[in-house]
């Protein structure tokens, strides 16, 4: 089973960021997302039809917590079996976010996966952020997203992208939440990541760092800004080509 923090990442973006605010609850209702899919709940699909948008098809929380276990379980399914490399608690959540949005065959054939194989993990982390875009143009609330799932993904990872990291022994370990090792050593890599990123890249940063408080709004300033620079320090040194593909 997926941790909870990455269950609750899919549930805060999937919700629309509403799922948190007391009262409301839009997200229970049948609508059409973005690239026209009938949905409810935190994004499940697979029952839902045009009719039951049209009729404002309503469910309970209860159900859509059920959907939502039943729909990831399929996904957590596709990363034990396309991720050959070894991978955290934290990043086997945050991949399963991922391919939720994305899909399974998507992130079957991404880069992303290619590079996680190849145990590339810095270069792994620095695909998410290419996966912003939908209708051909870039979301922000898919920007906010990324940011997260990166976060999560680089949360136990140390500086060094050569490091080992830990073999998924049980899923539903939760990693503590205290500020880590990884944390301190991002730190120390502002001064780099500050100078070496380009004007262009500001407003991206900004906007995750809105993703970052939203999703995890009693964490320590520390422990957020150490996640972010540590995701810029990343996505700066690895950023040598255009990307070559996108989210839905």
Known sequence: MINQEGLDLIKYYEAGGSFSKKGNKAFLTAYLCPAGVPTIGYGHTRTVTESMVDESRTITITEAERLLIQDVSEF????DSLVKAPISHNQRAALVSFAFNVGKTAFSKSTMLKKLNAR????AAAEFSKWNKGGGRVLPGLVKRRAAEMALFLKDVGMDDHAPLPQVVQATAIRPS????????????????????AASQIREVADAAKGLTDMFPTAPWPVLVGVL???????????????????A
Do not use: H, P, Q, T
Not at 76 to 79: K, N, P, Q, S, V
């Open 76 to 79: 957590e399914d596709a990363i």
């Open 120 to 123: 590339d993990y810095a270069g």
């Open 178 to 197: 205290g500020e880590s090792d990884a944390v301190k050593a991002a730190g120390a890599s502002a001064g780099m990541a500050g100078a070496m990123m």
């Open 229 to 247: 620079l540590a995701a810029i320090a990343f996505m700066v040194w690895r950023r040598n080509s255009d990307s070559d593909e996108y989210g």
